[in-house]
């Protein structure tokens, strides 16, 4: 996986994160977000869409589809604030690569069509939209979650 790929795939969340960023914050404490913060958000957001791509691939392979994917996007976002505050390790670089190797190795074994490689993605996208929702604007989260898919599956392919 192209490192320069990622880097501007999470370049680009960031960007579009933005103006946002506050959404996905618990109440009151909306203002410790600086520009640096959200490159590490979208890198969150990049790894948990690999991690997820990844899982609904094996789950479509064994055919156990159903919300184990929500659950881990969910996490993800869960411990974003944590990560954003120090209190849980930060994804690196070297974290996303990895996941989107993963990502790409899972879905080249299971030997998927591209149709179905973007349903897999839009399935994640739809996931992680309902996940960010709990703590934000549900419109804002389609956006974000409709972003990082296409981000993440341009890395993917």
Do not use: Y
């Not at 990049?46 to 609904?56: N, P, Q, R």
């Not at 156990?64 to 993800?76: I, R, S, T």
């Not at 069509?113 to 996931?127: D, T």
């Amino acid at each position: 996986m192209n490192q320069q790929k990622l880097n501007n795939a999470i370049s680009d969340i960031a960007a579009d994160i933005g103006p946002d960023a506050a959404e996905f914050t618990p109440p009151g404490q909306k203002n410790f977000l600086v520009e640096t913060a959200l490159g590490s958000m979208a890198a969150t957001f990049l790894w948990s869409f690999f991690k997820a791509v990844a899982g609904k691939a094996v789950e479509r392979a064994e055919n156990k589809l159903g919300e184990k994917v929500g659950d881990a996007v969910a996490d993800a976002c869960t411990s974003l604030i944590d990560r954003l505050r120090h209190k849980a390790p930060q994804v690196s670089p070297a974290d996303v690569k990895s996941a989107g190797e993963e990502a790409a190795a899972v879905l080249k074994q299971q030997n998927l069509s591209n149709a179905q490689i973007e349903a897999i993605s839009k399935a994640v996208a739809e996931a992680m939209a309902r996940a960010l929702s709990v703590r934000s604007d549900a419109d804002v989260s389609l956006r974000v979650a409709q972003k990082v898919s296409a981000e993440g599956l341009q890395a993917l392919t």
